[in-house]
């Protein structure tokens, strides 16, 4: 069964980073796009970034633009979510997933779309 396993999450001061991971089991993350969400309390599940892994395009939301980024380790079947000058606002449950397209460029923005998600794992950001 396909599993991703998100980890990574943790309390931090406004300004701190965390490193979110995201690995997958009997998914190949080099064929499959890739979105890290985010869902705060009483809150609709708002999209944070998302990839496409054939032409290695990307886009982050506004609101994270410049603090957070992605990256992969193909060798280890994992993505990163590198997320520095976190700020109260970015407090929030963190998910990732996946979907297969076969498109060069597609990037997948909406929640629905994605067929594979993580469990997710919990960022507070203190004030």
């Known amino acids: 069964d396909v599993q991703l396993q998100a980890s990574g999450g943790g309390m931090v001061q406004t300004g701190g980073s965390l490193r979110l991971s995201c690995t997958a089991s009997d998914l190949d993350f080099d064929e499959y796009e890739i979105g890290w969400f985010r869902q705060a309390p009483g809150k609709e599940r708002e999209e944070v970034a998302c990839?496409?892994?054939?032409?290695?395009?990307?886009t982050y939301v506004d609101s994270v633009k410049g603090r957070f980024t992605f990256s992969r380790d193909n060798a280890k079947n994992t993505v990163y979510l590198q997320m520095n000058s976190l700020k109260p606002e970015d407090t929030a449950v963190y998910l990732c997933?996946?979907?297969?397209?076969?498109?060069?460029?597609?990037?997948?923005?909406?929640?629905?779309?994605?067929?594979?998600w993580g469990q997710g794992t919990q960022v507070t950001v203190s004030s």
């Open positions: 997933a996946a979907m297969y397209t076969n498109s060069y460029s597609y990037l997948p923005h909406n929640a629905y779309l994605y067929t594979y």
């Open positions: 990839f496409n892994s054939g032409d290695r395009s990307g």
